[in-house]
């Protein structure tokens, strides 16, 4: 329930289903996985809207591994939840699992694990609700994500510190000879 400490994971969690066509698989008849990539990230932003009430972005996804194979005609079962949430980032976990509509067979395809960043009507991060894990399990997958979350983090600052300096040539006569270390920072959405 909404009140002023936050929402619960429940109230944002999004269920949809897609059926996967022939333009949406290889010659085998096996699903691509950029269009199950697009259904995760767009079922993703769907829960992180509901939670935030604002538009979001998607600011990074952890690995994709298939588990079983997604095949022309299966249904496909997305579902998606809040996993935790920062100052304006958010971590969404997404399941999704293949279901044969003729025989009801179920197989869980693959997880995933989206940040998507809350943005105000400028496009810039804004504070987004906190969380309020009711459950045990939403309390389990809460304590998992803050482990992710930290992680990200270190191997962010990780990545940061091996890129190697921007060589931008000889400067134009009377201009700063000074080169700088630190590396591009690029736009981030960042909540530290």
Same mark, same amino acid.
């Given at each position: ?5 936050? *929402?619960?994971?429940?109230?944002? %969690?999004?269920?949809?289903? #897609?059926?996967v ?10 699903a691509?996985?950029?269009? &199950?990539?697009?259904? &995760?990230?767009? +079922? %993703? %932003?769907?829960?992180a ?7 979001v +972005?998607?600011a990074? =996804? /952890?690995?994709? =591994?298939?588990?079983?194979? =997604?095949r &022309?005609? /299966?249904?496909? !079962? ?5 996993? #935790? !949430?920062s100052?304006?980032?958010?971590? +969404?976990?997404?399941? $999704?699992?293949? @279901?044969?509509?003729c ?13 998507? $960043?809350?943005?105000?009507?400028q ?15 939403? *309390?389990?997958? #809460? @304590?998992?994500?803050?482990q ?9 600052? %990780? ?6 300096? !921007? ?15 630190k590396?591009?920072?690029? /736009?981030?959405y960042?909540?530290?």
């Amino acid at each position: 329930m909404t009140n002023e400490k936050g *929402k619960t994971p429940s109230e944002s %969690a999004v269920e949809t289903r #897609y059926l996967v066509m022939p333009e949406q698989a290889n010659p085998r008849g096996t699903a691509f996985g950029g269009a &199950i990539m697009g259904w &995760i990230d767009m +079922v %993703a %932003a769907m829960a992180a809207e509901r939670h935030c009430g604002t538009e979001v +972005v998607t600011a990074g =996804i /952890d690995s994709l =591994i298939f588990k079983a194979p =997604i095949r &022309i005609g /299966d249904q496909v !079962v997305l579902q998606a939840a809040v996993n #935790y !949430v920062s100052r304006s980032s958010m971590e +969404v976990g997404v399941r $999704v699992t293949r @279901e044969n509509p003729c025989t009801g067979e179920r197989a869980v395809a693959t997880t995933a694990h989206l940040t998507m $960043v809350a943005l105000d009507e400028q496009k810039k991060p804004t504070p987004a609700p906190p969380l309020q894990p009711e459950t045990d399990d939403e *309390k389990r997958r #809460y @304590e998992n994500a803050k482990q992710r979350v930290r992680l990200r983090k270190e191997r962010l600052v %990780a990545a940061q510190n091996t890129l190697p300096p !921007v060589d931008r040539g000889p400067l134009p006569p009377g201009r700063c000879t000074t080169k700088t270390s630190k590396p591009y920072q690029g /736009d981030r959405y960042d909540d530290s």
